[in-house]
């Protein structure tokens, strides 16, 4: 091997393991990102509710039927107590009929 080719050659290895330093510890930043999330969404999967739907207790109607009518209903996140999702809102829904509710969170 001559002088010359091993000067080329350590300056491309020197080229290629930077590249590659870089471009791991980009790979790092992304992976402690997606591990934080997942330990996120995990917390929040694992967060007992306060409400158990699986509850027995209580009284148990045989058969619903009826109007629903909500009046001046005002409703937060508990995560998010910044941001009302409803304020003050009253809405009727007559036995029988379907409703959709659509909304966007400023
Ligand atoms: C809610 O709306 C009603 C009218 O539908 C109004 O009289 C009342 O003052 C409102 N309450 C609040 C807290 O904004």
Do not use: L, M, R, Y
């Given at each position: 091997m001559s002088p010359i080719i091993g000067i080329r050659g350590v300056f491309f290895a020197l080229l290629l393991a930077t590249t590659g330093i870089s471009q791991t510890s980009a790979l790092a930043s992304d992976s402690a990102k997606a591990r934080d999330s997942a330990i996120s969404i995990f917390e929040i999967v694992d967060r007992k509710s306060?409400?158990?739907?699986?509850?027995?207790e209580g009284q148990v109607l045989e058969n619903v039927r009826g109007d629903i009518e909500l009046r001046h209903i005002s409703f937060r996140y508990p995560t998010r107590p910044?941001?009302?999702?409803?304020?003050?809102l009253s809405l009727s829904i007559p036995s029988g009929k379907v409703h959709m509710l659509c909304f966007s969170i400023p």
């Open positions: 306060k409400i158990d739907p699986g509850s027995e910044d941001v009302p999702i409803f304020t003050n």
